[in-house]
Structures are given as structure tokens and as C-alpha cells.
């Protein structure tokens, strides 16, 4: 029963995120992908402000300024501002098939940086997995398209925020780590505008709306998110991470008439199939022996 309800969180989580990424790459049709980011961060600031405040928690905590934990909103600030640049110059399910490939790159730094062990099997599903995210790419081929590269660096970039997420040991709760991540995101946003040489326009009232569907959609699939990792066995719920990319080709044909080609469909399974297969294998490992995984 635990595990139903995590994985219920989980999908839920993943719709939000994907609705919010179809809104995202409407709204930057006729704004600013910076304008739009910042929006959504000063509203997430607030928000969780409030929060802290009907709560009774102080707004200040020194921890901030841990160093991994603003090296941690860093990477979150340039995975997010990267990964909404690509979002608005690619289509919907190719950047949604490579920010899949977001738990392979978080095992394989575990294993680099964080001393995890891992064995042949998961990384052989990583090395898998990575062939996948080439293949949507296509690199030196007649399909690659240039900012597809964006997406992958924005991945890289939520993956070392994911990374670095493991490696702290500061006493800060998720909604405090949301918060610092989104107050950071805001002049990194500003910075975003700056650099693409774009200023602010001025929203009608339909843009205002989605917005706002933005802000409230982000704080769902956060509330979500937390609620599913914290039931239920964390590998099994944590596949079902990879029905976002569902949730975006079903977006991505209804809203922006997308339909992916065979090496898109080809890689992001591959991916996808690379993923479940890590998340099973960590867990099972983890579940069966509190031993280090022998590296066969």
C-alpha cells in the first residue's frame, strides 16, 4: 500500500512537471525564457515564504551559506536557466527524452565523486543509457540540432544539483533547500535576459494566467515529489520518475502537434530502460545486503 501511494505522488509529481514544461515552451513564444523563469521563482520565493511564516520558521538560516549548499543552488540555477532555454528552441519531448538521462549521471557521480560502489551490471546500464542520449542527439548527423546540446548541459546541470543534494549534511529541510534554489534562480534569471540580450515584455492577461498556472503547478509537483520519496521502496517509486516522458508525448502531440522521430523514440527508451534498470538494481542491492556491492 505504501509503495501504490508513493508511486500515485511520484506520477503525480511528473504530470505536474511535464504540464509545467508544456506551459513553459508556450509562454516562450511571445516572452523572455529568463522573464519567464523569473516569475516563476520569485512566486516559488513567496510562496514558501509564506509558508515559513504561518509555520513560525525563521526565513534566515546561516546554513545558507555552506558552501555545497550554494554550490548545490548554483548548479540548480544553471540546469534550470539552460535546460528553459533549450525547452523554448527545441521540441517538447526531445528536451523531455534527455532530462531522463538525469538519474544515470547522478549514479555515475555517486560513484565517481561519492565513493558509491557500483557494479558492471549498473554500469553497463549507464554506458547504455548514454548511447541512448546520443542517439537522440545525433551528433555529425543530418538531424542534430545545435541546442539539443543545450538540454544536455542543463542536464548535467539538475544532475550535479541532485549529486550534491546526497553529499550535504547541513541541517536545512527540503521546503528550505527549495527556497534558497529559487531565491537563487532569480538573478540568475536576470543574468539569463542580459546574456540573450532580451528585455522584459509586458503580459496580457492570458500569460498572466499561465504564470500563475506555473507558480502553483511548480509547488504541486514539489509537494508531490516530497510525499512520494518519503513512503514506500524509494527504487520502485523512484521509476516511475520516467513517466514524465509519457505525460510529454501525449503534452507535446495535444499542444504543439509533436511527433517524435523513430531515433528520438529509439533513445529515450533506451534511456528509460537504462534508468528503471539502475533504480531496480540500487535497490535491491541496498535492500538485500548492507554490504557494499561487489564489483563483478
Not at 501504490?4 to 514544461?21: K, N, P, Q, T, Y
Not at 534562480?185 to 536576470?190: D, E, H, R
Not at 530502460?273 to 545486503?289: K, Y
Amino acid at each position: 500500500m505504501e509503495n501504490l501511494r508513493g508511486a500515485a505522488f511520484m506520477v503525480l509529481a511528473m504530470l505536474s512537471f511535464a504540464i509545467e514544461d508544456a506551459l513553459i515552451k508556450n509562454l516562450s513564444a511571445t516572452l523572455p525564457a529568463g522573464q519567464i523563469l523569473l516569475v516563476i521563482c520569485v512566486g516559488g520565493a513567496v510562496s514558501f515564504w509564506i509558508w515559513f511564516a504561518v509555520r513560525g520558521i525563521p526565513v534566515w538560516q546561516p546554513e545558507y551559506l555552506n558552501p555545497k549548499v550554494l554550490l548545490r543552488s548554483f548548479c540548480d540555477a544553471a540546469g534550470s536557466c539552460l535546460f528553459i532555454t533549450a525547452l523554448s528552441l527545441i521540441p517538447l519531448t526531445t528536451a523531455s527524452a534527455v532530462i531522463q538521462a538525469t538519474p544515470l549521471v547522478v549514479a555515475m557521480g555517486a560513484a565517481l565523486f561519492l565513493g558509491q560502489p557500483v557494479g558492471w551490471r549498473r554500469w553497463l546500464a549507464i554506458l547504455i543509457g548514454f548511447a541512448g542520449v546520443l542517439i537522440i542527439i545525433r551528433p555529425g548527423m543530418d538531424g542534430f540540432v545545435p541546442a539539443t546540446l543545450l538540454a544536455v548541459a542543463g542536464m548535467l546541470g539538475l544532475a550535479a544539483r541532485d549529486l550534491l543534494t546526497r553529499s550535504l549534511s547541513v541541517g536545512l529541510s527540503a521546503p528550505q533547500l527549495a527556497f534558497h534554489t529559487f531565491v537563487t534562480i532569480i538573478p540568475a534569471s536576470l543574468l539569463l535576459m542580459a546574456l540573450q540580450g532580451q528585455s522584459s515584455v509586458a503580459p496580457n492577461g492570458t500569460q498572466i494566467a499561465l504564470l500563475l498556472g506555473c507558480i502553483i503547478i511548480v509547488i504541486i509537483a514539489y509537494l508531490a515529489l516530497v510525499a512520494a520519496t518519503r513512503t514506500g521502496n524509494a527504487g520502485i517509486i523512484s521509476s516511475f520518475r520516467y513517466s514524465r516522458m509519457i505525460f510529454a508525448l501525449i503534452l507535446g502531440y495535444l499542444v504543439f502537434a509533436e511527433v517524435p522521430d523513430l531515433p528520438t523514440l529509439i533513445g529515450a527508451t533506451i534511456i528509460i530502460a537504462s534508468g528503471i534498470f539502475t533504480l531496480w538494481r540500487e535497490a535491491r542491492l541496498r535492500h538485500t545486503s548492507p554490504q557494499p556491492e561487489p564489483a563483478l
